[in-house]
T-cell receptor, first 118, second 112 residues
Framework: DGGITQSPKYLFRKEGQNVTLSCEQN?????MYWYRQDPGQGLRLIYY???????QKGDIAEGYSVSREKKESFPLTVTSAQKNPTAFYLC?????????????????FGPGTRLTVL | KQEVTQIPAALSVPEGENLVLNCSFT??????LQWFRQDPGKGLTSLLL?????REQTSGRLNASLDKSSGRSTLYIAASQPGDSATYLC???????????FGKGTKLSVIP
């Protein structure tokens, strides 16, 4: 089945630790995204990547880092510099960057990872 | 900066009713608008994508309309069912940006 997988489903982090969230897609999509969702708030973009070895900061990139070494993989690291990391993290992909001129591409989302800081 | 508002924040209806969810956005220079569904604790599922050149898009019991000039979109759900209970989000690209801006969603409860 084609789709996006995220692991783990639940993740617990101690203060001062870095943790890495996994995102893999087998849709052959070029663009990938990481969002953060907090209760009562809309999704906020952390990072996005248009192509392998290229990524751009979103609205709330501070305290996060990403890599895009393979087309199908876009891991997100939550560093100890992120002051309030407890949230639901969603990974998405699309054929191309959504919203560009003439773009028709739907974003497809993974099931999410819930990160809790202990 | 693009802002997206969804009203109401929550809606409860009896099964079988037709209903309308609203989405408004501040910058009308958009390429498209998407409606998503999110079940509790789950990721988002795309429902409909409307291009800026379109006025409507239909999928089964769902119909989405787009009025760019007024900065509004509606999602019409016909003959609602308990399985329609979820949070519905709309999203538009930011002005001159590839980033999607999401509304906070409307939480729909369909009562059997």
């Amino acid at each position: 089945d084609g789709g996006i997988t995220q692991s783990p489903k639940y993740l617990f982090r101690k203060e001062g630790q870095n943790v890495t969230l996994s995102c893999e897609q087998n849709l052959n999509h070029d663009a990938m995204y990481w969002y953060r969702q907090d209760p009562g708030q809309g999704l906020r973009l952390i990072y996005y990547s248009q192509i392998v070895n290229d990524f751009q900061k979103g609205d709330i990139a501070e305290g996060y880092s990403v890599s895009r070494e393979k087309k199908e993989s876009f891991p997100l690291t939550v560093t100890s510099a992120q002051k309030n990391p407890t949230a639901f993290y969603l990974c998405a992909s699309s054929m191309r960057l959504a919203g560009g001129a003439g773009a028709t591409d739907t974003q497809y989302f993974g099931p999410g990872t819930r990160l809790t800081v202990l | 900066k693009q802002e997206v508002t969804q009203i109401p924040a929550a809606l409860s209806v009896p099964e079988g009713e037709n209903l309308v969810l609203n989405c408004s956005f501040t910058d009308s220079a958009i390429y498209n608008l998407q409606w998503f569904r999110q079940d509790p604790g789950k990721g988002l599922t795309s429902l409909l994508l409307i291009q800026s050149s379109q006025r409507e898009q239909t999928s089964g019991r769902l119909n989405a309309s787009l009025d760019k000039s007024s900065g509004r979109s509606t999602l019409y759900i016909a003959a609602s069912q308990p399985g329609d209970s979820a949070t519905y989000l709309c999203a538009v690209p930011g002005a001159g940006s590839y980033q999607l801006t999401f509304g906070k969603g409307t939480k729909l409860s369909v009562i059997p």
